[in-house]
């Protein structure tokens, strides 16, 4: 399976299904049916995470198990970013992040269930963090160390 980028204009990988498995355009029409170029980009984004993750595992979305799928979710619990000196273990993503890129991958698996490419929906049941509103957030970083 060919990667794809996040920067890929609408219809460059319309274009790559022409010679692709029927797994594989599949997969690619998850994307190309996108209302929305942010939400394309984006879920393109956490599918190239997803798949980084298991690289040399997955060989075609076919390949995709419910253990995938949870151990996704801890590498994005478990992910640090922003780095400093001040805090050298870095901040773990917010609850919002997590909910939005589970999010991605879960409407990419209900989406290749829907053409029989995975069986049945992958992400059921696959506890997801709690969502925070924007006061418990601003409350949560002012009680941080």
Do not use: W
């Amino acid at each position: 399976m060919e990667e794809i980028t996040v920067s890929e204009p609408r219809g460059v990988l319309a274009q790559r299904m022409i010679h692709q498995t029927d797994d594989e355009k599949a997969f690619y029409s998850f994307f190309e049916n996108c209302n929305s170029d942010l939400t394309r980009k984006e879920y393109v984004r956490a599918a190239v995470e997803f798949f980084s993750l298991f690289k040399g595992e997955l060989k075609s979305p076919r390949d995709i198990k419910r253990p995938h799928i949870i151990a996704y979710k801890n590498h994005l619990n478990n992910k640090r970013i922003k780095k400093s000196p001040q805090n050298p273990e870095g901040k773990s993503l917010a609850a919002k992040t997590i909910l939005k890129k589970l999010s991605a991958i879960s409407s990419m698996c209900k989406h290749l269930a829907e053409d029989g490419i995975v069986e049945g929906n992958l992400t059921y049941g696959i506890k997801r963090p709690p969502k925070q509103n924007r006061s418990e957030e601003h409350t949560s970083e002012l009680q941080s160390p």
